[in-house]
């Protein structure tokens, strides 16, 4: 009888999760505002999705719309203005973003800008996307983004460094949900465990705080144990919200919150997105974005 070999899961869920970022690390971009004195200032992370002819970025209204009116991408090593329609929900009647559960924006690209995004970046599609994921707390979930801990800027030339980092997790427990005012049908919260943790120059590392992964992408692999590291069943199912440095978890909102509000703001889209199972998206008057 032959030894067997044991495989530790935290070894396996390493290969996996970098081979799944491997693939759509370039389907995310960091986005930079201007501070006070004119330099450039990471504010987050974006997903780049593609909806027949329309190109949007995916992210949390905090980091679209919180920052000031001028938003730019990195571009051929040098930062661009981001050109567009930004449709995100309004804090208007509450008494700060934090208070946002929804808290997400969706950015219609227009030209100039969306060619050079096409150029530079790679497009996720509705395919791409599990729109009526049900939470479950033996699937492995990896994040995807640019934490602000290690991404620094010259004063002088202006130039930017900066590193996507991943890290995987399990959903956390129901209690944690109640913590921070959260629900499963609309929200997704996780363990942030910072030993599984690691971006993509450097051998696996304990990670900065997730600060900056806000618009971020959060997958899910279906499965714990994938012989064949080419073949990951995974999809896009959030995008990273809120990060709870005191709680030890990190929250995103489901993607189906999204993907129905592109549904009401394109309705010549809808017949290309699924319709979501789990909640009703309304819009008022005043283009607040409310879930049911």
Known sequence: MENSKIIKLSDDMDKQVFACGNIVQDSICSIY??????????????????????????????????NG????FPYMKDLHGIEGINHSTSIAKLSSREDDKVDFSIFELKT???EKFINE????????????????NNRVYFGLGYPH????????????????????SFEADLEKYTLVDCERHSHIVLKFMNNQYYN???????????YGMSGGGLWCMKNLINPDLSNI??????????????????????????????????????????????TKVNIDSDETLNSD
């Open 233 to 278: 069943d995974y999809k896009l199912v959030g995008i990273l919200i809120e990060y709870h440095d005191w709680a030890e978890i990190v929250v995103s909102i489901k993607f189906h919150l999204i993907t129905e509000t592109i549904r009401k703001f394109y309705p010549e889209l809808s017949e290309y997105i699924p319709v979501s199972r789990i």
């Open 121 to 136: 970046y790679k497009f996720l599609g509705i395919d791409d996307i599990e729109i009526n994921h049900i939470n479950r």
């Open 33 to 66: 505002t201007l501070d006070g004195c004119g330099q450039p200032q990471l504010t987050g992370t974006a997903v780049l999705l593609n909806i027949k002819d329309y190109f949007f970025l995916i992210s949390a209204a905090h980091v679209l719309s919180d």
């Open 200 to 210: 993509y120059s450097n051998p696996k590392k304990t990670a900065p705080a997730p």
């Open 69 to 72: 009116p001028e938003l730019f």
């Open 149 to 168: 801990e290690i991404t620094t800027v010259n004063p002088l030339s202006l130039k930017i460094s900066e590193y996507k980092y991943i890290f995987w």
């Open 112 to 114: 100039p800008t969306k």
